[in-house]
T-cell receptor, first 114, second 114 residues
Framework: DQQVKQNSPSLSVQEGRISILNCDYT??????FLWYKKYPAEGPTFLIS?????DKNEDGRFTVFLNKSAKHLSLHIVPSQPGDSAVYFC?????????????FGEGTQLTVNP | ETGVTQTPRHLVMGMTNKKSLKCEQH?????MYWYKQSAKKPLELMFV???????ENNSVPSRFSPECPNSSHLFLHLHTLQPEDSALYLC?????????????FGEGSRLTVL
């Protein structure tokens, strides 16, 4: 039973346009969500997070939106740059002391074309 | 030095071999993790250590044996693996396993079992 799903395995956008990566979850006990970025031959690196008490968090070109009623979050990258080409993982963390035991999605390969 | 270092980066082994993966973190964190990443699958949590004590074994077969001698070092001992165990094994650390927060990943050890 996969609790975090990224239904799009890949996404291709033009440089300068918006990239929107989506993530759905099923467990209503998740209360903290993170996005990680992974380049080939490197480990995932933290990108941005959002707590369930918020519906939006912005950091430069990256904005994460959370819709709790729909159990959906999305990552917006504006404007997209070729260096953003990577695999993006959505992750969720639950309440009750589960701490950093994150549940990950399958990842979405973003390709930004010059 | 990078925050989380994994060795070896690549490992090829036969099904009867015994090998070990090593992880070292220089971030002063108290929790360390092993994750498995197979192609087109989410990152799967394998083991969690908090203050050197194993706090989670996510139904991992006994052919994988973790060892955490101190909060900075984590090993994964491998014995009589199967070809389906071929994957990228990622080590991560965090401030504490019961605290909300991000994980810091190593670059991973790419394992191929022949």
């Amino acid at each position: 039973d996969q609790q975090v799903k990224q239904n799009s395995p890949s996404l291709s956008v033009q440089e300068g346009r918006i990239s929107i990566l989506n993530c759905d979850y099923t467990n209503s006990m998740f209360d903290y969500f993170l996005w990680y970025k992974k380049y080939p031959a490197e480990g995932p690196t933290f990108l941005i997070s959002i707590s369930s008490i918020k519906d939006k968090n912005e950091d430069g070109r990256f904005t994460v939106f959370l819709n709790k009623s729909a159990k959906h979050l999305s990552l917006h990258i504006v404007p997209s740059q070729p260096g953003d080409s990577a695999v993006y993982f959505c992750a969720a963390e639950g309440v009750g002391g589960s701490g950093s035991r994150l549940t990950f999605g399958e990842g979405t390969q973003l390709t930004v074309n010059p | 030095e990078t925050g989380v270092t994994q060795t070896p980066r690549h490992l090829v082994m036969g099904m009867t071999n015994k090998k070990s993966l090593k992880c070292e973190q220089h971030l002063g964190h108290n929790a360390m993790y092993w994750y498995k990443q197979s192609a087109k699958k989410p990152l799967e949590l394998m083991f969690v250590y908090n203050f050197k004590e194993q706090t989670e074994n996510n139904s991992v077969p006994s052919r994988f044996s973790p060892e955490c001698p101190n909060s900075s070092h984590l090993f994964l001992h491998l014995h009589t693996l199967q070809p389906e165990d071929s994957a990228l094994y990622l080590c991560a650390s965090s401030q504490g396993a019961t605290e909300t927060g991000e994980l810091f990943f190593g670059e991973g050890s790419r394992l191929t079992v022949l």
